[in-house]
């Protein structure tokens, strides 16, 4: 995590966050860090559906199609909350923390989606454990291929 907030610090690279499953956990972690307000502009917890139509505009049709744990459901949730919050990168997590199957995706099941400047790409990742051990493994994960992302993309 360091390593990520020390390269959006770095290349002045604006962030927020659209996280579901992860439930804030992204955020958090952001602003463990002192600075990090220099380049995080905050967060939208989406949990329930009605949330990430209202306020994100994720298309309900996405939702009924792919279900809510999706790769296409992750990048309408980073796309359109970089653009409400006017940032050169969001990243956005929906899935499965448990106990039970959703959407038909195992529990583990995440999707991580990151909009950057005019780029976009997905992460799936299957993690196992706990509840929030799941929770933990997901974002630890996906920073790191966020980060591989984002220096592969340099503006």
Do not use: W
Request: net charge negative; glycine share 6%; hydrophobic share 35%.
């Amino acid at each position: 995590m360091k390593e990520l907030v020390e390269y959006l610090k770095q290349n002045h690279i604006t962030v927020a966050t659209c996280e579901s499953c992860t439930g804030g956990m992204l955020a958090s972690q952001l602003c463990d860090f002192s600075g990090i307000s220099s380049v995080f502009k905050g967060s939208i917890v989406t949990y329930q559906n009605e949330i990430k139509e209202k306020i994100v505009h994720v298309s309900k049709k996405t939702i009924e199609e792919y279900g809510v744990v999706s790769e296409q459901v992750a990048l309408e949730m980073a796309k359109n909350t970089k653009e409400l919050m006017e940032v050169d990168l969001c990243i956005s997590y929906t899935g499965n923390a448990g106990p039970d199957v959703c959407d038909y995706k195992p529990v583990g099941t995440f999707f991580c989606g990151v909009a950057f400047h005019e780029k976009t790409c997905c992460f799936e990742l299957h993690m196992s454990g706990r509840r929030n051990e799941i929770r933990k493994q997901t974002i630890e994960e996906s920073v790191k291929a966020i980060l591989a992302f984002l220096k592969k993309n340099e503006m």
